[in-house]
């Protein structure tokens, strides 16, 4: 599902403009609709803007002889990565989807989950490292789910839940073997 939400944003948001969709996380908004913050590029750019998905009726058109529903996007705010000062988790030690965006103000974001919030800065920070040459300010995150490790792979949360698994599966195999008495 997401892949191809994906795909329709960036064919109808991000395409049009010559950026190129990044990465995006669901989020939730006071407003009616899905809400999404996405980060996009071009040439050396980097964007992140909410974009607002709102379900409405289709006009009906030559080859479909039939109204129907369909997806409209927009942005409704946009910030260039560089005025990005601080991007604060607010607690590393809670399972807490809620960060701070600090721009010339304090933006408020609510993830859908913890690991949308994580993923979002770990591409930020990719990103910044990358265009302006610079570590992105994280603040109140923990730690060992944004840095590198040596099984580290910029794929995001899929190489965290296979470092978990092989551990556990260490853990059960040292649970079966015998202990010399």
């Known amino acids: 599902m997401s892949s191809l939400l994906r795909k329709e944003m960036a064919r109808m948001v991000f395409r049009p403009k010559g950026q190129k969709l990044e990465e995006f996380i669901e989020i939730e908004e006071q407003q009616q609709g899905r809400h999404f913050l996405c980060v996009s590029t071009k040439d050396k750019q980097v964007q992140i803007s909410v974009v607002m998905c709102r379900r409405v009726k289709r006009s009906k058109t030559k080859k479909l002889q039939h109204y129907g529903l369909e997806d409209s996007y927009e942005r409704t705010e946009i910030w260039d990565l560089e005025d990005l000062l601080v991007l604060d988790g607010r607690d590393p030690d809670s399972d807490d989807p ?14 859908i989950s913890c690991a949308a919030k994580y993923t979002l800065a770990r591409c930020l920070l990719s990103l910044s490292r990358k265009y302006r040459c610079t570590a992105l300010k994280l603040r109140n995150f923990d730690w060992t789910y944004i840095r590198p490790t040596a099984m580290y792979s910029d794929r995001g949360d899929c190489m965290v839940l296979m470092q978990v698994c092989f551990y556990a599966f260490n853990l059960v195999c040292l649970s079966m073997c015998p202990v010399p008495l």
């Open 98 to 111: 809620c960060f701070l965006m600090h721009f010339d103000s304090v933006r408020f974001v609510k993830a």
